[in-house]
């Protein structure tokens, strides 16, 4: 069966090819042997199914994204099915009870049932009963919330990509604004700032229920994930920022703004002004450090430079008057 | 259209598959079921290591516990030293029901898993009402007006078991244990057949079957009874004996199966024959992986298996979706 699979995918990524290369291969009359005629057949389908559907709606374009790319979708969720890969569609017209949900796969059915669920957190917080409660919303059973492994992990790494693909949704609205010139470009300084703020606003509805979610992002079986998070949320407000640098700036940079990126966080949980002025002043306050840091950075360098050549000319009059310098 | 082509498609290849191991598995003998035989008249299935024609298979397995009832669960702790009880709190542990759960325990005759989801569920609803009155230490009266007007809404949320066994001495034992510690409210005891279950479709949220389905005759068909009175989203579970990966480890089980089991069988209860059809059984079984084809055959998604105790037992787990 392994072996089987194994030749499907590896037809799959010949087909892939073979596109690229040449007309793809509408039909295969001649197919001898019976897992090239199942493989083939499966090719025919993928064809089919390719001719079937001119107008590409959202949901069968990334239904076709998911059938090619499954096995890589794989590594990302908790099955562990080999033979989930060859078959991505969940339920359709023949499960009863479903029809009107053109969900496509497992993956997408959790991220629903996730999406459902963050309306109960304030309620429940970040919690299994949270998601049992959004469960329910779907019409599911309850005990669907056996599908999250990592229980209310889960709900808080959704949340938090949610967010950052969000975030990185509005940040190429701003970019393309400014390359089409409808937008000035902002300095840096400022560009970090409201990238921040924007970011850090997505979490007030959830604001009384943060602290339980930071704790639980902070549990060593969830720190991989969630460090992955941030630091792909902070490389993508550093690039729409315009920063191309590839030297030790690179590091700096991005450690910079993740030390600005959490202690506001932290400063935002316990936060009771209005609107959390003081949040974003501190915000202020901490990219102003940082500006100020890089200037006195360079600052200290050229007067590094200075000093030692100062020094290097004070030696050598010093060596002229005591006639060591002499040369005769 | 072409969705329930390629649906087509990955039965024939699984279908397929199947053939080529029926024909080709000749030499470990394992997967017993003669499905693709000659069809009509008198299909033969395994009954331990006996071959019996399909109708008698479930006549003598109710015999089998018919006999082994009374005695039932002390056999359970002398065979496998009380380890039993730590499966079927593993199981309860996966399963992890949410107050409110309707279960359906098949093959639960004597009742084990259905006295340990009602302590579980109750114990978490304890939690929730302490974690709840902390959360109100001076309470107003409105508040305290409003718990009152509550308490009449959770009898909507209790939790409920039916226990469900093709055999009415193994339930006549369960009834009585459940008397005796006093666990009446949110039981119920039906007499049905795992491949015809007595129920509507959409009733329950989970469906557990414990040490059970290897002893059903069309394996197939109890899985689709299951998938059948699942509400959308429920979960199937299911303990049973499967195989050791460890070699070292199953060489001591089999020796430990084939010679102490019976023995103990034959001391403890004086049957013998029942204790040797449960050993044989055990090995009849398919696999890890085999299992949780057929249960993906059947029409659950994200199915997912646990070894216990080194493969000694699985825990399979699917979702109708």
Same mark, same amino acid.
């Given at each position: 069966?392994?072996?089987?699979?194994?030749?499907?995918?590896?037809?799959?990524?010949?087909?892939?090819?073979?596109?690229?290369?040449?007309?793809?291969?509408?039909?295969?009359?001649?197919?001898?042997?019976?897992?090239?005629?199942?493989?083939?057949?499966?090719?025919?389908?993928?064809?089919?199914?390719?001719?079937?559907?001119?107008?590409?709606?959202?949901?069968?374009?990334?239904?076709?994204?998911?059938?090619?790319?499954?096995?890589?979708?794989?590594?990302?969720?908790?099955?562990?099915?080999?033979?989930?890969?060859?078959?991505?569609?969940?339920?359709?017209?023949?499960?009863?009870?479903?029809?009107?949900?053109?969900?496509?796969?497992?993956?997408?059915?959790?991220?629903?049932?996730?999406?459902?669920?963050?309306?109960?957190?304030?309620?429940?917080?970040?919690?299994?009963?949270?998601?049992?409660?959004?469960?329910?919303?779907?019409?599911?059973?309850?005990?669907?919330?056996?599908?999250?492994?990592?229980?209310?992990?889960?709900?808080?790494?959704?949340?938090?990509?949610?967010?950052?693909?969000?975030?990185?949704?509005?940040?190429?609205?701003?970019?393309?604004?400014?390359?089409?010139?409808?937008?000035?470009?902002?300095?840096?300084?400022?560009?970090?700032?409201?990238?921040?703020?924007?970011?850090?606003?997505?979490?007030?509805?959830?604001?009384?229920?943060?602290?339980?979610?930071?704790?639980?992002?902070?549990?060593?079986?969830?720190?991989?994930?969630?460090?992955?998070?941030?630091?792909?949320?902070?490389?993508?407000?550093?690039?729409?920022?315009?920063?191309?640098?590839?030297?030790?700036?690179?590091?700096?940079?991005?450690?910079?703004?993740?030390?600005?990126?959490?202690?506001?966080?932290?400063?935002?949980?316990?936060?009771?002004?209005?609107?959390f002025q003081d949040t974003w002043n501190f915000l202020d306050n901490r990219i102003q450090d940082v500006v100020n840091m890089a200037g006195t950075a360079k600052q200290v360098q050229s007067t590094g430079e200075?000093?030692?050549?100062?020094?290097?000319?004070?030696?050598?009059?010093?060596?002229?008057?005591?006639?060591?310098?002499?040369?005769? | 259209?072409?969705?329930?082509?390629?649906?087509?498609?990955?039965?024939?290849?699984?279908?397929?598959?199947?053939?080529?191991?029926?024909?080709?598995?000749?030499?470990?003998?394992?997967?017993?079921?003669?499905?693709?035989?000659?069809?009509?008249?008198?299909?033969?299935?395994?009954?331990?290591?006996?071959?019996?024609?399909?109708?008698?298979?479930a006549k003598r397995v109710y015999k089998v516990f018919e006999n082994v009832a009374q005695k039932y669960d002390v056999m359970n702790d002398a065979m496998s030293l009380g380890v039993h009880r730590l499966w079927?709190?593993?199981?309860?542990?996966?399963?992890?029901?949410?107050?409110?759960?309707?279960?359906?325990?098949?093959?639960?005759?004597?009742?084990?898993?259905?006295?340990?989801?009602?302590?579980?569920?109750?114990?978490?609803?304890?939690?929730?009402?302490?974690?709840?009155?902390?959360?109100?230490?001076? &309470?107003?009266?409105?508040?305290?007006? !409003?718990? *009152? %007007?509550?308490?009449?809404?959770?009898?909507?949320? =209790?939790?409920? +078991?039916?226990?469900?066994?093709?055999?009415?001495?193994?339930?006549?034992?369960?009834?009585?244990?459940?008397?005796?510690?006093?666990?009446?409210?949110?039981?119920?005891?039906?007499?049905?057949?795992a491949e015809e279950l007595p129920f509507d479709d959409n009733q329950f949220d989970i469906y557990s079957i414990a040490f059970g389905i290897r002893n059903v005759t069309h394996i197939e068909q109890a899985l689709?009874?299951?998938?059948?009175?699942?509400?959308?989203?429920?979960?199937?579970?299911?303990?049973?004996?499967?195989?050791?990966?460890? &070699?070292?480890?199953?060489?001591?089980? !089999?020796? *430990? %199966?084939?010679?102490?089991?019976?023995?103990?069988? =034959?001391?403890? +209860?004086?049957?013998?024959?029942?204790?040797?059809?449960?050993?044989?059984?055990?090995?009849?079984?398919?696999?890890?992986?085999?299992?949780?084809?057929?249960?993906?055959?059947?029409?659950?998604?994200?199915?997912?298996?646990?070894?216990?105790?080194?493969?000694?037992?699985?825990?399979?787990?699917?979702?109708?979706?």
């Amino acid at each position: 069966m392994a072996a089987l699979l194994r030749g499907l995918r590896a037809g799959r990524t010949l087909r892939g090819l073979c596109s690229v290369v040449s007309a793809p291969p509408a039909a295969n009359p001649q197919c001898s042997g019976l897992t090239r005629g199942i493989h083939c057949a499966a090719l025919r389908l993928q064809d089919e199914s390719k001719s079937d559907k001119p107008p590409p709606s959202s949901s069968s374009t990334t239904h076709h994204e998911h059938y090619q790319t499954h096995s890589a979708e794989q590594a990302s969720t908790s099955d562990p099915a080999a033979e989930e890969a060859s078959r991505p569609n969940t339920s359709y017209q023949d499960q009863s009870g479903e029809q009107g949900e053109e969900y496509e796969t497992e993956e997408q059915l959790q991220v629903r049932i996730l999406n459902a669920a963050l309306e109960f957190v304030p309620l429940h917080g970040w919690s299994m009963e949270a998601i049992a409660a959004g469960a329910e919303t779907l019409d599911l059973s309850s005990a669907s919330t056996g599908m999250f492994y990592n229980g209310a992990g889960d709900l808080v790494l959704h949340f938090v990509s949610h967010c950052n693909s969000q975030l990185t949704e509005i940040l190429a609205e701003q970019h393309k604004q400014v390359q089409l010139g409808q937008a000035e470009q902002k300095r840096t300084a400022d560009f970090l700032r409201d990238a921040v703020e924007t970011r850090l606003r997505m979490h007030i509805p959830y604001i009384e229920s943060w602290p339980q979610a930071m704790s639980i992002l902070l549990l060593p079986h969830n720190i991989p994930n969630s460090l992955k998070h941030l630091s792909t949320l902070v490389d993508d407000i550093w690039f729409y920022a315009g920063d191309r640098s590839t030297d030790m700036n690179w590091y700096t940079k991005r450690a910079a703004l993740t030390g600005i990126y959490n202690t506001t966080e932290l400063v935002m949980v316990q936060d009771s002004s209005t609107d959390f002025q003081d949040t974003w002043n501190f915000l202020d306050n901490r990219i102003q450090d940082v500006v100020n840091m890089a200037g006195t950075a360079k600052q200290v360098q050229s007067t590094g430079e200075a000093v030692v050549q100062g020094l290097m000319g004070a030696a050598f009059t010093l060596k002229n008057l005591t006639g060591l310098n002499q040369k005769r | 259209m072409a969705a329930s082509m390629r649906l087509l498609v990955r039965r024939a290849i699984r279908l397929t598959h199947r053939n080529i191991n029926v024909t080709t598995a000749g030499a470990s003998g394992q997967t017993g079921c003669c499905c693709f035989s000659d069809a009509a008249g008198d299909r033969s299935t395994h009954f331990g290591f006996e071959t019996v024609p399909e109708t008698e298979k479930a006549k003598r397995v109710y015999k089998v516990f018919e006999n082994v009832a009374q005695k039932y669960d002390v056999m359970n702790d002398a065979m496998s030293l009380g380890v039993h009880r730590l499966w079927k709190d593993m199981l309860l542990h996966v399963m992890h029901p949410q107050p409110g759960v309707r279960l359906l325990d098949v093959a639960g005759g004597t009742g084990d898993i259905a006295f340990r989801f009602l302590e579980y569920v109750r114990s978490q609803q304890e939690r929730q009402r302490r974690r709840a009155t902390r959360s109100m230490q001076t &309470p107003s009266w409105q508040d305290i007006s !409003d718990n *009152y %007007s509550n308490e009449n809404g959770e009898e909507s949320k =209790e939790s409920r +078991a039916v226990v469900c066994d093709i055999n009415k001495e193994m339930l006549k034992v369960g009834k009585q244990k459940a008397d005796s510690m006093g666990m009446g409210t949110g039981l119920s005891w039906v007499v049905g057949d795992a491949e015809e279950l007595p129920f509507d479709d959409n009733q329950f949220d989970i469906y557990s079957i414990a040490f059970g389905i290897r002893n059903v005759t069309h394996i197939e068909q109890a899985l689709q009874e299951a998938l059948r009175v699942l509400k959308p989203g429920g979960r199937f579970m299911c303990l049973e004996f499967s195989k050791v990966t460890n &070699p070292v480890l199953a060489r001591l089980y !089999d020796a *430990y %199966s084939f010679q102490m089991i019976p023995v103990l069988g =034959e001391v403890i +209860a004086g049957d013998w024959k029942s204790y040797q059809y449960l050993v044989e059984s055990i090995r009849k079984f398919p696999d890890q992986e085999e299992f949780k084809g057929m249960i993906e055959d059947a029409g659950f998604y994200c199915v997912q298996y646990y070894n216990l105790t080194g493969g000694v037992v699985a825990l399979h787990s699917g979702f109708k979706l």
